[in-house]
């Protein structure tokens, strides 16, 4: 972590620490496994899949922040465009004693903010027209002390690093199935009379299924860190909690096309693009809204407790 004055959190660096490591070694296996599967029919493929392998995890770490903002869009705003979100990241930082990050804007009713970016130099902290439009100041402020500590934390960077493994094995997914309906159920792996594409397939989706609980456990984890660092930071959790109530409830309402066209950026959003009750919301990358606001009050009671 980065120095600041964002309280250290060393359940997070603990739980950081063990995904990026239990992550590193899924990849391992992953490619080896994958290099093992098709070194005797083709080794080439082999060679080209832990290029490959490597290539995903380099530009997942070096593109994040681009990644992201065209995902959703966003563009990066000046002290003169965006004069109000500008000096309120800038009075955030001052406080927590950490370098000033990028700011971006994205042009969509949904309200939600996210920060990115392989390290404290390249981070960007984007909010949405959405949330500017429904929060007032002390919400937004709590809302960006919460995307800030992100950014001190290095949670971001994690995450995004993390997640190479779940991305490519579920692009071999997908790769696997085509070889499934177009032929490659002809093609056999060491006269085992087991098809290459079922192998690949039963592989990658153990790999996907590995990273996409280990991954979930993280997320979970950070949102509840930085709801504390950031309500520690302000000493406003109730506006924290008001922001989040509010960009629940107004989530809520936004159309079901908008919300699945923005999912992909469910984990690094402070709250997730899932309207009502779902399996979704039983796999989702946030706690429930009712553990965040828990934890709020107990942080308000805390801070309002006269000194012994």
Not at 70 to 91: C, I, S
């Amino acid at each position: 972590m980065a120095r600041t004055r964002f309280a250290p959190d060393h359940g997070l660096t603990a739980r950081m620490t063990t995904v990026m490591f239990l992550m590193g070694l899924v990849f391992v296996v992953l490619i080896v496994g994958l290099m093992g599967i098709f070194w005797q029919s083709s080794p080439g493929i082999a060679v080209l899949i832990a290029i490959g392998g490597l290539g995903v995890v380099w530009w997942q770490w070096y593109n994040s922040d681009t990644v992201a903002m065209k995902a959703m869009r966003a563009r990066e705003v000046t002290a003169q465009e965006a004069p109000e979100l500008y000096g309120m990241v800038q009075r955030l930082c001052t406080l927590a004693d950490m370098p000033m990050p990028r700011v971006g804007v994205a042009d969509t009713d949904l309200p939600n903010a996210f920060a990115t970016g392989r390290s404290p130099s390249r981070a960007v902290v984007v909010v949405t027209t959405g949330i500017m439009q429904r929060l007032d100041a002390e919400e937004l402020e709590g809302v960006l002390a919460h995307e800030l500590s992100h950014v001190a934390h290095r949670d971001v960077l994690v995450m995004t690093v993390a997640s190479s493994a779940g991305i490519i094995a579920g692009g071999l997914t997908r790769g696997a199935q085509y070889g499934m309906w177009f032929g490659g159920g002809n093609r056999r792996n060491n006269n085992s009379g087991v098809p290459i594409w079922l192998l690949v397939l039963v592989f990658s989706m153990v790999v996907y299924a590995v990273s996409f609980v280990l991954l979930r456990l993280l997320s979970r984890y950070r949102e509840l860190a930085a709801d504390r660092a950031g309500a520690q930071l302000t000493m406003k959790p109730r506006a924290l909690a008001s922001a989040l109530q509010k960009i629940a409830g107004e989530i809520n309402r936004i159309p079901q096309q908008d919300l699945r066209a923005a999912q992909h950026m469910n984990a690094f959003f402070i709250a997730p693009a899932i309207g009502g009750v779902s399996m979704a919301t039983l796999t989702s990358t946030h706690p429930s809204l009712e553990q965040r606001l828990a934890q709020l009050a107990r942080i308000e009671a805390e801070l309002g407790r006269p000194n012994a």
